[in-house]
């Protein structure tokens, strides 16, 4: 029965009870509530087969990541050590701070409260934190390291703090140590986080986004012998970051090999103090510009390095605490510039004119190319006009205005007279095309023009001027035609060492080394061997042998080099030698030469570059049986025999004294 | 059969009932053994997955007590299974009063849990009575219905329904409890439904609802008018996207998923559930009782959950069509379609597919309120069963 139509007639009483029966309506209405329950299982079983069996591993492995938090356990770097085990650089464990971000408070305000707090209280900047939280972003499972090796108050106040640094936790870690101070800073390098581009460099080599490598010096050039493999170990958490279970290693951590340096702490040593002595002598002097230098000790028979001083110099130790106003002169020029950037390696990164020191280079292409008898005798005179000219230019002088005599090689090497050599430097102009350009031929086979192969970076190769680096440097705007042409001058400047050319100090010891060993061009090292820790430490595990590499013979004659070798004794036991006053009464016979090289210089608060003496004395020792070369230059110093002979004699002291051939210390 | 009453002055005539006269025998007989059966299997599965799920508790197995809940729906079961239905329909205007009593109770005077008012705290029992108000709002509904089935084509009689339901929903909706809010309409969309309401009225009265949600959801914030609070509304819209911000408002689905997905075939049991022992899935008692379950039990207990309330709801369906009168079969109508859409709610929350809302798995989660009140509505399917037709 319709009830739509019955009430028209019979309005129907609400309280009547409606007699029912299963209209078709009804059961039409229920089929489709059937439907739909069977449709939504339908879609929950769907669903529920595509979570668990279907997608289950995927889900398994993200709750064990949700549980899982993997520990880094820092392995320590391997140490440096000195030609005689002595430790150069060390660790000492410190304690690091890390940072999970999923622990961290949920809600953002309570989470900036938390790294403001740990910002404050481990000094570092909240940007920062921040941003290495977003390098991070990808890596739920690694920590953040916010700070290495802070300091007992801190480490007290986060562990008594805990509760309100949910997410910190603190860690073993490890630091460099220096134990003697700012000694070998340059040599030795530093340690810093990697940089992205050495990441992407690196990446093959198996380092972390969040590792610390070396940075500069043998740090960074042994860096693959010297860091260890960290080890890892995992324990699980709960949700709010709670270990479940103890920490379970996983790999092990494996320590850093060491490195056996061939430098002698104590001629290191010496060395510096050597700088600083001769800058003072130089100051007493009157040379109130000298401000820098370098001195480069080296064994003659294989390239060792024995000591290789730069000042001004540094401490690596400020690249662990990372006290920016410590790093400021470092890294900021305007600082670097005050403080006449000590960063900068002088030994081997900083080019300068060798001025007399290079004559024997001069002295052994002209007896090569027979343009020079060294016993017939040329004239040592005041000044030495190019013949036929008569430009200001071109009259070049003798640094001794009153000589005038005729002498032979030695004498010349001896007394350093620059008219003679300017005229050696005018017959190399005069030589035929044909012959080429013999005196800087025989200047790259003593290893000028070009980097030495030392195992350290940031190496200066120098510059030796040609005609054709002459054409080639100065074509084009602004310079003009007559800038391009290889004018006598040049040639007779070069033979002096002066004009263009650039030399380092390395370059200058491996030079001299040449005249000491008979002729042999040694490639310069710093790295003796990578060993590993046994339990008797005089008898380590060598595992690789870096030490000398064979040397290039230069084809110089021996007959021409015992010619030189008699000049650079008379030069420091002569009484005319320019340096016989520093090193005629030292009981080991050393044989060397002075350089005082003209250097346009311009100072801070200076308009124009100014002309300064830098100060060279090169030389080696014993002089029968050479085992040493050293080089001074004393930046600004004056003449060589003034400032850089006194401090290479300071280095022979350590060294000879260090060997047992001297009783006591000569001069303090 | 029965006599069909078409004089208003046959007043009183009454249809005869069976149970009048079948006695205690066929009274028993009547009782629908299959549902209570799956009931029964339902709430000891239940009680087990509880057990498994909270005894590494700080406080211990909360099984024990769940059971007691469990006992006391036991007992209201067999009384609502006692009580004729048509005793609900000559009371509902008590019903209703009381229940807006209770529930406006609750706004003004409960105290404050989890930033919402759903309790009334009676030393001994959370009492909820937006849970038991879902089954004595059905049987209002369901009454007020009935007695004007004669003019249900009339856009007037669902009309007024659909007012008087919509004050429990708002008070409900305003404690504030979005969830049983949902299955307060869909109780009464369900009873509109089964009792006869023309096709159009139902059209109309669904698209006007699909409309108020998404007013409220997107274009009342989108106007600046925040109908719900933020986190109410990400929680509600944030399913769509679950990994979205793993951090906020989807951390619950994303751990939940993870839980259910890691539960596998077998399931990881009761020691190695990892997502629910160490804490990553919150409510993992109540609200997320079934990830908490597919965890521990895989795909197989899952199932078989699902699979017992698919039996409860066909057996539910069934006494619709074998309910004694229009009343019985509206109100079986609304109690089985409220009790699917909790489960539809509740485990499509579990696993990414519905909105987080808070309804708790029926006859699972740990709540006593939401255990007796599912158990009275089986009484009261019972109830309408025992008194219905003949017919199968």
């Known amino acids: 029965?319709?009830?739509?139509?019955?009430?028209?007639?019979?309005?129907?009483?609400?309280?009547?009870?409606?007699?029912?029966r299963l209209t078709p309506q009804l059961a039409l209405r229920v089929g489709i509530l059937g439907a739909v329950a069977l449709a939504i299982f339908a879609v929950l079983f769907l669903r529920l087969w595509a979570l668990q069996v279907l997608s289950a591993n995927k889900y398994r492995a993200e709750a064990n990541n949700n549980r899982v938090r993997t520990l880094l356990i820092e392995a320590p770097r391997g140490p440096i050590l000195d030609r005689y085990g002595r430790v150069l650089v060390g660790n000492v464990p410190g304690t690091r701070v890390e940072l999970w971000p999923a622990d961290l408070p949920k809600s953002w305000p309570a989470q900036r409260a938390e790294l403001r707090q740990l910002s404050t209280v481990t000094g570092v900047a909240l940007s920062d934190i921040l941003k290495k939280m977003r390098d991070a972003a990808g890596d739920p499972l690694t920590p953040i390291v916010v700070q290495y090796g802070i300091h007992p108050d801190q480490i007290d106040y986060i562990a008594e703090h805990q509760t309100q640094f949910p997410g910190v936790q603190l860690a073993e870690s490890y630091l460099r140590t220096y134990p003697n101070q700012a000694l070998a800073a340059h040599i030795l390098g530093y340690v810093g986080p990697i940089t992205e581009q050495e990441y992407e460099a690196d990446r093959k080599l198996g380092y972390q986004p969040t590792d610390n490598i070396g940075q500069a010096g043998v740090e960074s050039e042994y860096d693959q012998y010297l860091r260890g493999r960290d080890g890892s170990a995992q324990m699980t958490v709960d949700a709010r970051g709670r270990p479940t279970s103890s920490i379970v290693p996983t790999t092990l951590q494996r320590p850093g090999n060491t490195l056996r340096l061939t430098i002698d702490i104590d001629v290191q040593r010496a060395a510096e103090k050597a700088l600083k002595y001769g800058i003072s002598l130089a100051h007493q002097n009157g040379e109130w510009a000298a401000d820098g230098g370098a001195i480069v000790a080296m064994d003659p028979r294989d390239g060792s390095i024995i000591a290789l001083a730069s000042n001004p110099t540094y401490k690596p130790s400020v690249y662990v605490s990372r006290d920016p106003k410590k790093l400021a002169p470092l890294q900021e020029a305007a600082v670097a510039a005050k403080d006449n950037y000590p960063a900068i390696d002088r030994a081997i990164s900083v080019g300068y004119p060798p001025g007399s020191t290079w004559k024997p280079v001069t002295a052994l292409a002209a007896m090569e190319t027979r343009i020079l008898q060294p016993y017939s005798t040329l004239l040592c005179s005041p000044t030495f006009t190019v013949p036929g000219q008569t430009g200001k230019g071109e009259t070049f002088t003798n640094w001794d205005p009153y000589v005038n005599q005729w002498i032979d090689l030695p004498t010349a090497l001896a007394e350093s007279c620059d008219t003679y050599f300017y005229q050696l430097g005018y017959k190399f102009y005069l030589l035929p095309p044909s012959?080429?350009?013999?005196?800087?031929?025989?200047?790259?086979?003593?290893?000028?023009?070009?980097?030495?192969?030392?195992?350290?970076?940031?190496?200066?190769?120098?510059?030796?001027?040609?005609?054709?680096?002459?054409?080639?440097?100065?074509?084009?705007?602004?310079?003009?035609?007559?800038?391009?042409?290889?004018?006598?001058?040049?040639?007779?400047?070069?033979?002096?060492?002066?004009g263009d050319l650039l030399v380092t100090p390395l370059q200058m010891a491996r030079f001299y080394s040449v005249i000491a060993n008979g002729g042999q061009l040694v490639t310069p090292h710093i790295a003796e061997d990578v060993e590993q820790p046994t339990g008797d430490p005089s008898a380590p595990r060598i595992l690789e042998r870096f030490g000398a590499q064979p040397p290039t013979p230069t084809g110089v004659d021996p007959s021409a080099l015992k010619i030189v070798q008699q000049g650079l004794f008379e030069g420091t036991h002569s009484s005319i030698g320019t340096s016989s006053g520093v090193?005629?009464?030292?009981?080991?016979?050393?044989?060397?030469?002075?350089?005082?090289?003209?250097?346009?210089?311009?100072?801070?608060?200076?308009?124009?570059?100014?002309?300064?003496?830098?100060?060279?004395?090169?030389?080696?020792?014993?002089?029968?049986?050479?085992?040493?070369v050293v080089c001074a230059v004393i930046e600004n110093g004056g003449h060589g025999g003034v400032a850089a002979a006194p401090a290479a004699l300071k280095v022979f002291e350590a060294y000879f004294h260090k060997k047992g051939i001297l009783s006591t210390h000569i001069s303090d | 059969m029965t006599i069909e009453a078409v004089d208003t002055r046959a007043r009183g005539l009454r249809p005869r009932r069976e149970t009048d006269t079948v006695g205690v025998v066929g009274f028993a007989r009547r009782i629908d053994w299959l549902l209570l059966g799956a009931v029964v299997a339902i709430v000891a599965y239940g009680l087990r997955a509880i057990d498994g799920i909270t005894k590494h508790n700080v406080g211990g197995s909360l099984a024990g007590r769940q059971a007691l809940y469990a006992g006391v729906g036991a007992v209201l079961l067999v009384v609502a299974t006692l009580i004729d239905p048509a005793f609900y329909r000559r009371v509902k205007s008590v019903i209703y009063g009381g229940t807006l009593g209770v529930m406006a109770l609750v706004l003004v005077a409960s105290a404050a849990t989890h930033g919402s008012h759903r309790w009334i705290n009676l030393g001994f029992f959370q009492f909820q009575p937006s849970e038991f108000g879902k089954v004595f709002f059905t049987l209002f509904i369901a009454g007020f219905l009935a007695?004007?089935?004669?003019?249900?084509?009339?856009?007037?009689?669902?009309?007024?329904?659909?007012?008087?339901?919509?004050?429990p929903i708002v008070l409900v909706f305003a404690e504030p409890d979005v969830g049983t809010a949902l299955v307060y309409s869909a109780a009464l969309l369900a009873v509109l439904f089964t009792i006869g309401v023309r096709w159009l009225h139902l059209g109309v009265i669904a698209a006007v609802g699909l409309l108020g949600v998404l007013a409220v959801l997107w274009w009342l914030p989108a106007a600046g008018v925040n109908v719900l609070k933020p986190y109410q509304a990400q929680r509600l819209t944030g399913f769509t996207h679950p990994s979205s911000d793993p951090r906020g408002?989807?951390?619950?689905?994303?751990?939940?998923?993870?839980?259910?997905?890691?539960?596998?075939?077998?399931?990881?049991?009761?020691?190695?559930?990892?997502?629910?022992k160490l804490d990553y899935l919150p409510a993992n008692d109540t609200d997320f009782a079934f990830s908490s379950l597919a965890e521990e039990r895989g795909f197989v207990g899952a199932a078989f959950l699902l699979l017992l309330y698919l039996f409860v709801v066909w057996r539910g369906l069934k006494i619709v069509t074998g309910a004694a009168d229009l009343y019985s079969a509206a109100v079986a109508g609304g109690l089985v379609f409220a009790f699917l859409f909790q489960i539809y709610v509740n485990v499509g929350m579990a696993i990414g597919l519905a909105p987080i809302t808070g309804i708790p798995l029926p006859l699972v989660s740990v709540g006593g309120s939401s255990m007796i009140t599912n158990l009275l509505a089986v009484g009261i399917l019972q109830s309408i069963r025992v008194r219905g037709g003949r017919r199968r």
Not at chain 1, 1 to 20: A, C, I
Not at chain 1, 603 to 610: D, E, F, M, R, S
Request: hydrophobic fraction near 35%.
């Open chain 1, 1 to 20: 029965m319709p009830e739509g139509r019955s009430r028209r007639f019979l309005p129907g009483d609400p309280r009547v009870e409606e007699p029912y």
């Open chain 2, 147 to 167: 007695d004007r089935a004669k003019r249900i084509d009339d856009a007037s009689v669902p009309l007024a329904a659909v007012a008087l339901g919509f004050v």
């Open chain 1, 435 to 498: 012959e080429g350009h013999p005196l800087q031929n025989w200047a790259s086979r003593f290893g000028f023009g070009a980097t030495s192969g030392l195992d350290l970076q940031g190496e200066y190769g120098g510059l030796v001027p040609t005609p054709e680096w002459r054409r080639t440097h100065f074509a084009g705007k602004p310079y003009t035609a007559i800038d391009r042409v290889w004018k006598p001058g040049y040639s007779v400047q070069l033979a002096i060492g002066q």
């Open chain 1, 583 to 628: 090193f005629g009464s030292f009981p080991v016979a050393i044989a060397g030469k002075t350089g005082t090289a003209q250097k346009l210089f311009k100072l801070p608060g200076y308009p124009n570059a100014v002309e300064f003496n830098q100060s060279w004395w090169c030389g080696y020792g014993p002089f029968d049986k050479p085992t040493i």
């Open chain 2, 249 to 276: 408002a989807t951390y619950n689905v994303e751990q939940s998923i993870i839980a259910v997905g890691d539960g596998g075939l077998r399931g990881r049991g009761v020691g190695g559930s990892t997502q629910v």
